[in-house]
């Protein structure tokens, strides 16, 4: 499903977040200290390491709503920006957390003039954050910031199974452009 945002095409797909050939960029849901974990960040860096640690470990550590960027080694990408997400319940304000982390995503990949970006459901696997409440944020926080975007086209959101994938279809469905 796909709507456009000014000039930017945000759409939800089912599917592997590090088999997003067509994108410049996919974002990791990353831990703080940049590291292999386990869901979408254990998935990026089996592909990526070990030049991604390497490329990763003198931006860490980072805090709950910061963005990094480094090359995808290994990866059929140019980059990947890693956001740390809040831990539902822990890091305060978690709505506020998430929010910034789709925007400092966004403005990583306008500053590097990229054309392209995939988001992983950030914060919702192992970190807790109720699905339906992060897909609002997430869909909000991203429409919201096309209006600053010259050079990004594409943003997808890739989801894992068909209920997440329903969940975002629904919020995506009710947004205003």
């Given at each position: 499903?796909?709507?456009?945002?000014?000039?930017?095409?945000?759409?939800?797909?089912?599917?592997?977040?590090?088999?997003?050939?067509?994108?410049?960029?996919?974002?990791?849901?990353?831990?703080?200290?940049?590291?292999?974990?386990?869901?979408?960040?254990?998935?990026?860096?089996?592909k990526?390491?070990?030049?991604?640690?390497?490329?990763?470990?003198?931006?860490a550590?980072?805090?709950?709503?910061?963005?990094?960027?480094?090359?995808?080694?290994?990866?059929?990408?140019?980059?990947?920006?890693?956001?740390?997400?809040?831990?539902?319940?822990?890091?305060?304000?978690?709505?506020?957390?998430?929010?910034?982390?789709?925007?400092?995503?966004?403005?990583?990949?306008?500053?590097?003039?990229?054309?392209?970006i995939?988001?992983?459901?950030?914060?919702?696997?192992?970190?807790?954050?109720?699905?339906?409440?992060?897909?609002?944020?997430?869909?909000?926080?991203?429409?919201?910031?096309?209006?600053?975007?010259?050079?990004?086209?594409?943003?997808?959101?890739?989801?894992?199974?068909?209920?997440?994938?329903?969940?975002?279809?629904?919020?995506?469905?009710?947004?205003?452009?």
């Amino acid at each position: 499903m796909k709507i456009t945002s000014k000039h930017t095409a945000v759409e939800i797909a089912i599917g592997d977040i590090t088999n997003q050939t067509d994108m410049d960029a996919i974002v990791n849901a990353a831990n703080a200290e940049l590291r292999t974990g386990g869901g979408v960040a254990g998935a990026i860096h089996r592909k990526g390491d070990p030049e991604l640690t390497e490329l990763t470990r003198p931006l860490a550590p980072i805090n709950p709503g910061d963005a990094v960027i480094t090359e995808a080694p290994g990866l059929p990408n140019k980059y990947v920006i890693h956001c740390l997400g809040p831990v539902y319940g822990s890091d305060e304000p978690s709505d506020t957390l998430l929010a910034k982390c789709y925007k400092n995503a966004l403005y990583l990949a306008e500053k590097h003039e990229l054309k392209s970006i995939a988001f992983p459901a950030i914060s919702t696997g192992a970190f807790g954050y109720p699905m339906p409440d992060a897909a609002r944020i997430a869909i909000e926080s991203i429409i919201f910031e096309t209006h600053e975007l010259d050079s990004v086209e594409t943003i997808r959101i890739v989801l894992f199974d068909e209920k997440s994938f329903k969940i975002h279809k629904d919020v995506l469905e009710q947004v205003e452009v």
